[in-house]
Nanobody, 121 residues
Framework: QVQLQESGPGLVKPSQTLSLTCTVSGGSITTKYYYWTWIRQSPGKGLEWMGV???????YYSPSLQSRTSISRDTSKNQFTLQLSSVTPEDTAVYYC?????????????WGQGTQVTVSS
């Protein structure tokens, strides 16, 4: 059974960099053809796709967030990490890490439980 678990600070100050880690168990992040994504949901809004890192270490980002977003991985720990720079209160959201099977046309079959991040001074 694949499990994903987000971790990171629950409170970040404006202008700082938000950093979250997703730890994956029950499967390797390098296994073909899985993609690993970050998605967030702000209060009163729908889900927002932020970016993805593939099994082959390629990354793709939402155009609206690309200038502030970076996703990387540590294969030795089977983790992938989101960094979002220059945060504002509008970045307050529940952040989820997910797995997508079979690349771009796959389904989002496993999700972490989500972690609340609040941006406030």
């Amino acid at each position: 059974q694949v499990q994903l678990q987000e971790s990171g600070p629950g409170l970040v100050k404006p202008s700082q960099t938000l950093s979250l880690t997703c730890t994956v168990s029950g499967g390797s992040i390098t296994t073909k053809y899985y993609y690993w994504t970050w998605i967030r949901q702000s209060p009163g809004k729908g889900l927002e796709w932020m970016g993805v890192i593939t099994y082959s270490d390629s990354t793709y980002y939402s155009p609206s967030l690309q200038s502030r977003t970076s996703i990387s991985r540590d294969t030795s720990k089977n983790q992938f990490t989101l960094q979002l720079s220059s945060v504002t209160p509008e970045d307050t959201a529940v952040y989820y890490c997910t797995r997508v099977n079979e690349g771009w046309s796959g389904t989002y079959d496993y999700w972490g439980q989500g972690t609340q991040v609040t941006v406030s001074s």
